[in-house]
């Protein structure tokens, strides 16, 4: 993931960590099947349409990051065995990830962390890098 400034709000406004969810959309077509450069928070996969409430039975938490308020840009690197886990029992070849804050802000000025998207101008859109690792005989 690139975090990018989003020139939306104040980063004074927001708590000293922002936490962000990753959340993996289950293995099913009919959730798989979205359009990125059209989609909207209301219909995403996972989304109930009702602020950042999350529909689980659509995606599954994978972990965690936090996110200084002072920091706007650079790399983010997720790393967890849900992660991997939920990687390795794909069977349909697409994997779509959500990503919600779990920091509520102080004030409804406050600044936004953002991350780039495959659309973006300057840096480039999320990407899954892969180790893989020999079999446990």
Do not use: K
Not at 39 to 45: E, I
Not at 55 to 80: A, T
């Amino acid at each position: 993931l690139n975090l990018v400034p989003s020139d939306r709000g104040f980063a004074m406004l927001l708590p000293e960590l922002t936490t962000i969810e990753v959340y993996g959309v289950r293995d099913r077509p009919e959730l798989e099947s979205w359009d990125s450069a059209s989609l909207q928070w209301a219909h995403a996969p996972g989304s109930t349409g009702e602020g950042t409430d999350i529909d689980e039975s659509e995606v599954i938490l994978l972990g965690s990051f936090q996110i200084e308020r002072s920091r706007m840009d650079g790399p983010v690197i997720f790393e967890s065995p849900e992660l991997t886990r939920w990687v390795n029992q794909d069977r349909t070849g697409v994997l779509g990830i959500l990503l919600v804050s779990a920091s509520m802000p102080q004030d409804h000025w406050s600044r936004v962390h953002a991350f780039a998207s495959s659309h973006h101008v300057e840096a480039a859109g999320p990407s899954l890098e892969v180790h893989a690792q020999p079999l446990q005989q």
